[in-house]
Antibody, heavy 117, light 107 residues
Framework: EVQLVESGGGLVQPGRSLKLSCAAS????????MAWVRQAPTKGLEWVAS????????HYGDSVKGRFTISRDNAKSTLYLQMDSLRSEDTATYYC??????????WGPGTMVTVSS | DIQMTQSPASLSASLGETVTIECLAS??????LAWYQQKPGKSPQLLIY???SLNDGVPSRFSGSGSGTQYSLKINSLQSEDVSIYFC?????????FGAGTKLELK
């Protein structure tokens, strides 16, 4: 059974950093591209970033480009999202998702990030 | 960026009814369109990909159609467990954008 479990969310002040993790199991992690997608409270979905199966190619949404970094450790079957220079508009639930051709076939339960002073 | 416009924003229907949700892309996305279901308090789940391909385990009462800029999700014989928010997403070009969602409730 495919499982994705995010961790690392919490309350953080504007301008500070936070690193999210996503532990994957139930499939060969190194065979799949992976992504982060977020959802602000009572809002829609926004693609944040994607990384290729080997980790060599990354892509970012315009709102996070230059501030967020996606990475992965295939030996640990873990996906990461380093979030720097956080803003109030980054407040959202962050979902880890398995990616197939730029759509997302499995999602984790999400981890909440609140950016507030 | 490709804009995805979903309609209606909300929908109320009776058990057993057939409902249709529309998604309009701001440019041709060549059937690179996915539909997701998000139940209250849960993460989204993939229903349909490439406009009309049913994901594994999804009931056959769900179907997708469309081409070019216009796409639709149809739910036949509405069940109580279908109460959810439904999102479309284009996977044709970056940034990979979603519609604003359609909230489906029971009448």
């Amino acid at each position: 059974e495919v499982q994705l479990v995010e961790s690392g969310g919490g309350l953080v002040q504007p301008g500070r950093s936070l690193k999210l993790s996503c532990a994957a199991s139930g499939f060969t992690f190194s065979d799949y591209n992976m992504a982060w997608v977020r959802q602000a409270p009572t809002k829609g979905l926004e693609w944040v970033a994607s990384i290729s199966y080997g980790g060599s190619n990354t892509h970012y949404g315009d709102s996070v480009k230059g501030r967020f970094t996606i990475s992965r450790d295939n030996a640990k079957s873990t996906l990461y999202l380093q979030m720097d220079s956080l803003r109030s508009e980054d407040t959202a639930t962050y979902y880890c998702a398995r990616q197939r051709d730029w759509y997302f076939d499995f999602w984790g339960p999400g981890t909440m990030v609140t950016v507030s002073s | 960026d490709i804009q995805m416009t979903q309609s209606p924003a909300s929908l109320s229907a009776s058990l057993g009814e057939t409902v249709t949700i529309e998604c309009l892309a701001s440019e041709d996305i060549y059937s690179n369109l996915a539909w997701y279901q998000q139940k209250p308090g849960k993460s989204p789940q993939l229903l349909i990909y490439y406009a009309n391909s049913l994901n594994d385990g999804v009931p056959s009462r769900f179907s997708g159609s469309g081409s070019g800029t216009q796409y639709s999700l149809k739910i036949n014989s509405l069940q109580s467990e279908d109460v959810s928010i439904y999102f479309c997403q284009q996977n044709y070009d970056s940034p990979y954008t979603f519609g604003a969602g359609t909230k489906l409730e029971l009448k």
